[in-house]
């Protein structure tokens, strides 16, 4: 497991943007694939955005494609969630996730709660009409 602490939350108006942070706290970053979940009031928790170790290949969640842009800087690692063009729906709070690679190989990210094994204690976003 890796400690992961995500930041960048808030409260932004419909149409505006937001970009949160994911820190590790292991050199070994690099090494481990990253995903954003989110959970809205009432909602279980849902797959948002995930990254490969080397940032070659994301995938999103149908509902933010366009949107939301992943991605991670492993030098300081940290990976990162982009959010344009902001919904009220978008409102939740956003999880960082991590999963070694060799779990998965080293160029597929991973979209299911299952396939991690660290997370943050997440960060609010919250959108206005």
């Known amino acids: 497991q890796v400690q992961l602490v995500e930041s960048g939350g808030g409260l932004v108006q419909a149409g505006g943007s937001l970009r949160l942070s994911c820190a590790a706290s292991r050199r070994t970053f690099s090494n481990y694939a990253m995903g954003w979940f989110r959970q809205a009031p009432g909602k279980e928790r849902e797959f948002v955005a995930a990254i490969s170790w080397s940032g070659g290949t994301t995938d999103y969640a149908d509902s933010v494609k366009g949107r939301f842009t992943i991605s991670r800087d492993n030098a300081k690692n940290t990976v990162y969630l982009q959010i344009d063009s902001l919904k009220p729906e978008d409102t939740a709070v956003y999880y960082c996730?991590?999963?070694?690679?060799?779990?998965?190989?080293?160029?597929?990210?991973?979209?299911?709660?299952?396939?991690?094994?660290?997370w943050g204690q997440g960060t609010q976003v919250t959108v206005s009409s």
């Open positions: 996730a991590a999963v070694p690679s060799y779990e998965l190989g080293p160029e597929r990210p991973a979209t299911k709660i299952y396939e991690y094994d660290s």
